[in-house]
């Protein structure tokens, strides 16, 4: 229910710029994945838009800066997972799945029946319903990603800007998690920005992909355009294939590269 756009956007650590010059527009309802080879500076331009990170340049939700929002209502616009959360291990998946219904409560009022019920949808799609009562500290690493992923589906943002949402997670529970944000995204108009290192998942998913490298961006566009057998070997120094399959989706196959 957001439309983000970047304007020049420039951020990095310690006076050191690794994201150069981004710009972008994010329509509302459109999924926009950001691939590159490690280090390029994904996870940094991702905190950046979530307003976590000090930057350069604009990053406008529906015409507004972002660090101009209260942290309350940055909260019920934006739900933001990172590569690696800190987690309170002591709680249990529902219990943590609920702290992404808290923009949303009045002061000092509790979850009612509707935060429950919206908590109890998002844990049964993530096949998490078996786990509701399991502390995080106990979780497979995949099972912990999913409950991350749960607490900021619940959060019922207008943007999810989601790094790497896939990691540590089988082929079966991965395409369960994208096609859950997939259907909120069409259904709801949710804008969607991740992060992603399996390009055929960008492929398939993402209207629009953006490569970066080494902090800038080298390619935009649609996945057809931006995943080709040349930008891979050119910026990853991958061997790849792009083959289509199934009703006409890319798929990238890497291949072992010549001797
Ligand atoms: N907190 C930090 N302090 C200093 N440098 C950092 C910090 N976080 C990241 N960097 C550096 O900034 C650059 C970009 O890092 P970033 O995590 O954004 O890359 P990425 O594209 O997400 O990488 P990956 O695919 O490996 O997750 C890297 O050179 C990294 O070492």
């Known amino acids: 229910m957001t439309t983000l756009r970047l304007r020049d956007v420039r951020a990095g650590y310690d ?76 709680l249990t998946v529902t219990d943590y799945a609920l702290l992404g219904r808290t923009p949303h409560l009045g002061p000092l009022a509790r979850e009612g029946a509707a935060d429950l019920s919206v908590v109890e949808g ?37 943007l999810l ?28 108009g949710t804008t969607v920005v991740s992060t992603l290192h399996d390009l055929t998942f960008a492929a398939q998913y993402a209207d629009h992909v953006l490569l970066l490298s080494a902090g800038e961006v080298v390619a935009a566009g649609t996945p057809a355009e931006v995943l080709t057998a040349e930008a891979l070997a050119r910026y990853y120094g991958a061997a790849a294939d792009i083959l289509t399959a199934g009703r006409g989706e890319l798929v990238v196959a890497p291949i072992r590269p010549p001797k």
């Open 15 to 90: 006076g050191r710029e690794v994201v150069r010059a981004v710009s972008a527009e994010v329509p509302r309802g459109s999924w926009l994945a950001i691939v590159g080879p490690n280090g390029a500076g994904k996870s940094t331009l991702l905190k950046t838009m979530a307003g976590l990170l000090p930057g350069a340049g604009e990053v406008l939700l529906d015409g507004r800066p972002v660090h101009t929002l209260s942290r309350r209502d940055k909260a019920r616009k934006v739900g933001y997972s990172p590569q690696d959360p800190i987690l309170p291990g002591g």
């Open 122 to 158: 998002v844990l049964t799609r993530l096949d998490l319903t078996g786990l509701a009562g399991r502390r995080l500290g106990t979780l497979s690493g995949g099972e912990r990603q999913r409950a991350v992923l749960a607490r900021v589906l619940t959060q019922q943002a207008g």
């Open 161 to 188: 800007l989601l790094d790497e949402p896939t990691t540590g997670l089988d082929i079966g529970h991965a395409q369960a998690m994208l096609e859950l944000i997939d259907r909120l995204r069409r259904e709801d």
